[in-house]
């Protein structure tokens, strides 16, 4: 599955709000593959997810999933290729359900069967070690907690791309690591594709086989993790990796 | 009469079941409840659709729907009875003084309340939830459905609402309706005429239905939204 085929490709994407805050000429992401995007706070990463997901329009460009522009919704093409994706926000909000609808939200709307439904709600709260949580409330979950319920939602319908926006920021190491062991496990067992933004250079580092290097709405370096880290091209993203661009 | 004597008869009245009380209390029911479904079909979308809009692209909606809350009833009233009178563009339906004008009046009065209340209710996270269903895959109907599920006590606090201010107001049905009695008598019209004619004891009996009526329903509201138990995020 791993290998040569583009999943996702951007040219041109461009945002302006009151200013230009994105623009990026060419991305591809490979299928099967883990994707770091590093970079200091306002850089763009999470405007980029927002557009990749169609949460927003872009001001320019292009985005082509899986070989289609997902901007044209003829036929609500634009429609099928979301429910190919999806995005766990930094905060992730939880409906106000019990934690078992809450994971059971996205496979009910692609209308799972009910046993196959609580098959996999059941296999994913254990995943997530919350299986004794199921009948909980999910206003009463702890924030590690609820960014799990968050994460087991969104992969319960084994989306092709996962984007995953700051998906540890504020945890625990215990949580750190349980949810970065939970993203590779997915991506080696299902070769889900998943595009992971992190503050975390070392989480990077951890679990990403590529880092992207953005920097004022603009990807600066893309490449092999390992390539990135020990041998930057650009003076920025050298700074960034060894700690000493001010953010 | 003492006023523990005009209590003391009213409750008399309640306890033998006096049929003409019956029949008001059955119509003020029957007209307020209807006005208030349809108010809630046509004000709680209306309300969602403002509430997930940006406040700044809303303002004039939002001030206007405020303004027309504290829209007095009797001007609520002459509004459709300019409407439906033989003279007014719905004259041919020959509506004036019927239940039916009524309805239309306290609906008039009810909109306003409940689309402005559901749209503060959603605004405070209507956007999240909307995403959140987005990214999860759900179609239009399921995305507009889990804001109205997600913002239910704020939805079902704007019928409440809705629902208080019509089952009260007389300016309104008085106008449209015309307290005519067996056929569009109600509590509060009932309560302004005995009170003219001097006939407290009935005319406080009412009032006492009046509130009890409020307390049952508001009592089975409240425990549908489970006693606003988990209100919190
Ligand atoms: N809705 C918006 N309106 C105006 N400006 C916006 C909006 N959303 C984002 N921006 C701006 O776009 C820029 C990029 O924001 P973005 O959230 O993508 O950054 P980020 O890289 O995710 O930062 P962080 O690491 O802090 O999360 C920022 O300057 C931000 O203020
Ligand atoms: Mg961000």
Known sequence: MSGKEIILEVKNLSKVYEKEVLHIDQLSIRRGRIYGIIGPSGAGKSTLLRLVNMLEPPTGGEVYFQGRPISINVNGRADAARREMTLVFQKPLLFGTSVEENVAFGLKARRFAREEIRERVDILLGKVGLREFARRHAATLSGGEAQRVALARAVAFEPALLLLDEPTANLDPSNVELIERLIMDLNRETAMTIIIVTHNIFQARRIAQEVIFMHEGRIIEAGETEKVFTSPEDPRTRAFVEGRMVY | ?233
């Open chain 2, 1 to 233: 009469m003492s006023l523990l004597e005009g209590v003391f008869k009213a409750f008399s009245l309640i306890l033998t079941l006096d049929p003409n009380l019956i029949r008001i209390v059955l119509l003020s029911l029957q007209v307020s409840l209807l006005a208030v479904v349809f108010a809630t079909l046509a004000g709680v979308p209306l309300g969602a659709y403002l509430g997930l809009k940006p406040p700044e692209r809303t303002r004039f909606v939002s001030k206007l729907l405020y303004t027309l809350m504290g829209l007095p009833p009797v001007v609520a009233g002459l509004v459709i009875y300019l409407l439906i009178s033989r003279m007014g563009p719905l004259g041919v339906l020959g509506l004036l003084y019927t239940p039916t004008a009524m309805i239309m009046a306290q609906f008039a009065l009810a909109v306003p309340i409940i689309a402005a209340l559901t749209m503060i209710g959603i605004r405070s996270r209507g956007k999240e939830v909307q995403e959140t269903a987005r990214t999860l895959g759900a179609d239009r109907i399921l995305i507009a459905w889990t804001v109205v599920r997600e913002s239910r006590f704020a939805i079902f606090g704007a019928v409440v609402t809705g629902l208080g201010r019509v089952i009260a107001e007389v300016g309104a049905v008085m106008i449209v309706g015309g307290n005519i009695e067996g056929h569009t008598r109600v509590m509060t019209t009932a309560i302004v005429l005995e009170t003219g004619k001097g006939n407290f004891e009935l005319a406080l009996g009412l009032g006492l239905i009046l509130l009890l009526i409020s307390f049952a329903i508001n009592s089975l509201l409240y425990y549908f939204q489970g006693g606003g138990k988990d209100i919190v995020r």
